[in-house]
Protein backbone atom coordinates (compact mmCIF):
# COMPACT_ATOMS: atom_id res chain seq x y z
CA UNK A 1 0.00 0.00 0.00
CA UNK A 2 1.28 3.78 -1.04
CA UNK A 3 -0.27 6.86 0.26
CA UNK A 4 0.28 9.83 -2.04
CA UNK A 5 -0.53 13.46 -0.28
CA UNK A 6 0.17 16.30 -3.14
CA UNK A 7 1.07 20.25 -1.91
CA UNK A 8 1.81 22.97 -3.67
CA UNK A 9 -1.42 23.84 -5.98
CA UNK A 10 -2.49 27.63 -6.08
CA UNK A 11 -3.88 30.29 -8.22
CA UNK A 12 -1.28 31.89 -10.70
CA UNK A 13 -1.10 34.44 -13.76
CA UNK A 14 -0.06 32.71 -17.12
CA UNK A 15 3.56 32.42 -17.40
CA UNK A 16 3.75 32.23 -13.72
CA UNK A 17 5.73 29.03 -12.29
CA UNK A 18 4.01 26.79 -9.31
CA UNK A 19 5.98 23.61 -7.79
CA UNK A 20 4.23 20.76 -6.87
CA UNK A 21 5.03 18.43 -4.46
CA UNK A 22 3.93 14.54 -3.49
CA UNK A 23 4.98 13.10 -0.40
CA UNK A 24 4.62 9.35 -0.65
CA UNK A 25 4.45 6.64 2.52
CA UNK A 26 3.80 3.26 2.83
CA UNK A 27 6.10 1.17 0.50
CA UNK A 28 9.97 1.69 -0.64
CA UNK A 29 9.35 4.80 -2.51
CA UNK A 30 12.84 4.05 -5.04
CA UNK A 31 11.21 0.81 -6.09
CA UNK A 32 8.37 2.36 -7.73
CA UNK A 33 7.50 3.99 -10.89
CA UNK A 34 5.66 6.94 -10.06
CA UNK A 35 4.18 10.00 -12.38
CA UNK A 36 1.60 13.15 -12.78
CA UNK A 37 -1.29 13.20 -13.99
CA UNK A 38 -4.33 16.10 -14.53
CA UNK A 39 -7.86 16.68 -14.98
CA UNK A 40 -10.08 19.59 -16.24
CA UNK A 41 -13.51 20.31 -15.78
CA UNK A 42 -15.26 17.83 -18.21
CA UNK A 43 -12.45 16.59 -19.34
CA UNK A 44 -10.98 12.73 -18.79
CA UNK A 45 -7.99 12.27 -16.67
CA UNK A 46 -4.78 13.13 -18.77
CA UNK A 47 -1.30 11.94 -18.51
CA UNK A 48 1.55 14.91 -17.81
CA UNK A 49 4.85 13.37 -17.05
CA UNK A 50 5.88 9.94 -15.58
CA UNK A 51 9.62 9.59 -14.10
CA UNK A 52 11.52 5.91 -13.66
CA UNK A 53 11.92 4.09 -10.39
CA UNK A 54 15.71 5.76 -9.71
CA UNK A 55 14.98 8.73 -11.89
CA UNK A 56 16.83 8.27 -15.11
CA UNK A 57 14.07 7.93 -17.32
CA UNK A 58 11.48 10.54 -18.13
CA UNK A 59 8.44 10.93 -19.91
CA UNK A 60 6.05 14.01 -20.73
CA UNK A 61 2.86 14.54 -22.48
CA UNK A 62 3.38 17.23 -25.56
CA UNK A 63 1.43 19.72 -23.96
CA UNK A 64 3.98 20.22 -21.26
CA UNK A 65 7.30 19.56 -22.70
CA UNK A 66 9.88 22.13 -22.25
CA UNK A 67 7.88 23.33 -19.40
CA UNK A 68 7.63 21.17 -17.16
CA UNK A 69 9.63 19.13 -15.34
CA UNK A 70 9.33 15.74 -13.44
CA UNK A 71 11.52 14.85 -10.49
CA UNK A 72 11.97 12.52 -7.27
CA UNK A 73 14.19 12.96 -4.44
CA UNK A 74 14.19 8.61 -3.22
CA UNK A 75 15.61 10.08 0.33
CA UNK A 76 12.40 11.89 0.85
CA UNK A 77 10.36 9.79 -0.65
CA UNK A 78 9.14 12.79 -2.58
CA UNK A 79 7.73 13.39 -6.33
CA UNK A 80 8.17 16.50 -7.67
CA UNK A 81 6.67 18.53 -10.86
CA UNK A 82 8.00 21.93 -11.54
CA UNK A 83 5.58 24.13 -13.89
CA UNK A 84 6.80 27.12 -15.84
CA UNK A 85 5.56 28.98 -18.50
CA UNK A 86 2.52 28.19 -17.16
CA UNK A 87 -0.89 28.61 -19.66
CA UNK A 88 -4.49 29.26 -18.79
CA UNK A 89 -5.01 25.54 -20.54
CA UNK A 90 -3.17 24.20 -17.43
CA UNK A 91 -5.71 24.71 -15.10
CA UNK A 92 -6.95 21.26 -13.67
CA UNK A 93 -6.83 19.07 -10.33
CA UNK A 94 -3.09 17.61 -10.53
CA UNK A 95 -3.02 13.91 -9.39
CA UNK A 96 0.21 11.57 -7.91
CA UNK A 97 0.27 8.42 -9.18
CA UNK A 98 2.57 5.60 -8.04
CA UNK A 99 2.87 1.90 -9.49
CA UNK A 100 3.38 -0.94 -7.86
CA UNK A 101 6.21 -2.13 -10.12
CA UNK A 102 9.56 -0.32 -11.22
CA UNK A 103 7.50 0.24 -15.13
CA UNK A 104 6.93 3.69 -16.26
CA UNK A 105 4.13 3.99 -17.95
CA UNK A 106 2.09 7.07 -19.51
CA UNK A 107 -1.33 4.65 -19.30
CA UNK A 108 -3.31 5.77 -16.15
CA UNK A 109 -4.60 2.30 -16.02
CA UNK A 110 -0.96 0.81 -15.28
CA UNK A 111 -0.64 3.43 -11.85
CA UNK A 112 -2.31 1.45 -8.53
CA UNK A 113 -2.58 4.70 -5.80
CA UNK A 114 -3.43 7.66 -6.66
CA UNK A 115 -3.45 10.71 -4.24
CA UNK A 116 -5.98 12.86 -3.56
CA UNK A 117 -5.25 15.97 -6.16
CA UNK A 118 -4.50 19.59 -5.66
CA UNK A 119 -6.31 22.23 -7.42
CA UNK A 120 -3.71 24.48 -10.07
CA UNK A 121 -5.35 27.53 -11.21
CA UNK A 122 -3.51 29.54 -14.07
CA UNK A 123 -5.51 33.32 -15.01
CA UNK A 124 -4.66 35.00 -18.54
Known amino acids: QVQLVESGGGLVQAGGSLRLSCAAS????????VGWFRQAPGEEREFVAA????????YYADSVKGRFTISRDNAKNTLYLQMNSLKPEDTAVYYC?????????????????WGQGTQVTVSS
Open 26 to 33: GRTFSNIA
Open 51 to 58: ISALGGTT
Open 97 to 113: AASKSRITSTRALSYDY
